[in-house]
T-cell receptor, first 111, second 112 residues
C-alpha cells in the first residue's frame, strides 16, 4: 500500500517566522489532503490538493504529483498555528477511498 | 450547512461494556468513513460505508467491532466488550461522490 512520510516530525518557531512542511508519498495518488489538528484534538481541513498550488490566507500548499511530494507553507506564524499537521492520501482506485495518513509534524509557535 | 456531527464527544466505559458511537454526515453526503487515532499516533482507516452498504472494512478489527449506515439516521460504530486497548479518539468523515473528506470533532473513548 501507499506509504506517507512527513518531515520534520517536530518544529518550534517564534511567532512571525515562516516554515515549510513536507509530505512524501510512495505511489500515485488521486486525493491528497492537509489537516491541522489543534491542541483540542479537532481536525481542520486545510487543503484538498492532489496536484497544483493553492493558497488560503497565510497558508499555501503545492503538490508535485509526478515527483510524489507535497509542501505546506506557513507564513508569519501565530501561536494559534500550534498543533499537529497531517498529510493524508488516497489512490481512489476502484472503491478505495480510504485515506492513508502520515505521522504528522508537531508545530509549536512561541510568542 | 452544519458540518459532520459526532456524539457523544466523550465516552467512558468499563471493560466488557459496549460502546456506540454516532456520526451524522454533512447534508448531501452519502459516503461515511471511520478512523481511529491511538494516543500520539496518526489516524488509521477503519471502514467506509455508503447508505445501507459497507464498501471497505479492511481496517476493522475482525472481532467486537461493527459499523452500519442505515437508510435513515446516523452511522453507528459499535464496539462490543471493550478492552483498555480500545481507548482512542474515533473520527468520522463524510464526502460526496468526489473526494474531499470532511471530519467531525471525534469521540474520545476511555475504557477503565
Amino acid at each position: 500500500g501507499i506509504q506517507v512520510e512527513q518531515s520534520p516530525p517536530d518544529l518550534i518557531l517564534q511567532e512571525g517566522a515562516n516554515s515549510t512542511l513536507r509530505c512524501n508519498f510512495s505511489d500515485s495518488v488521486n486525493n491528497l489532503q492537509w489537516f491541522h489538528q489543534n491542541p483540542w484534538g479537532q481536525l481542520i481541513n486545510l487543503f484538498y490538493i492532489p496536484s497544483g498550488t493553492k493558497q488560503n490566507g497565510r497558508l499555501s500548499a503545492t503538490t508535485v504529483a509526478t515527483e510524489r511530494y507535497s509542501l505546506l507553507y506557513i507564513s508569519s506564524s501565530q501561536t494559534t498555528d500550534s498543533g499537529v499537521y497531517f498529510c493524508a492520501v488516497s489512490d481512489n482506485a476502484g472503491n478505495n477511498r480510504k485515506l492513508i495518513w502520515g505521522l504528522g509534524t508537531s508545530l509549536a509557535v512561541n510568542p | 450547512n452544519a458540518g459532520v456531527m459526532q456524539n457523544p464527544r466523550h465516552l467512558v466505559r468499563r471493560r466488557g461494556q459496549e460502546a456506540r458511537l454516532r456520526c451524522s454526515p454533512m447534508k448531501g453526503h452519502s459516503h461515511v468513513y471511520w478512523y481511529r487515532q491511538l494516543p500520539e499516533e496518526g489516524l488509521k482507516f477503519m471502514v467506509y460505508l455508503q447508505k445501507e452498504n459497507i464498501i471497505d472494512e479492511s481496517g476493522m478489527p475482525k472481532e467486537r467491532f461493527s459499523a452500519e449506515f442505515p437508510k435513515e439516521g446516523p452511522s453507528i460504530l459499535r464496539i462490543q466488550q471493550v478492552v483498555r486497548g480500545d481507548s482512542a479518539a474515533y473520527f468520522c468523515a463524510s464526502s460526496m461522490v468526489t473526494d474531499t473528506q470532511y471530519f467531525g470533532p471525534g469521540t474520545r473513548l476511555t475504557v477503565l
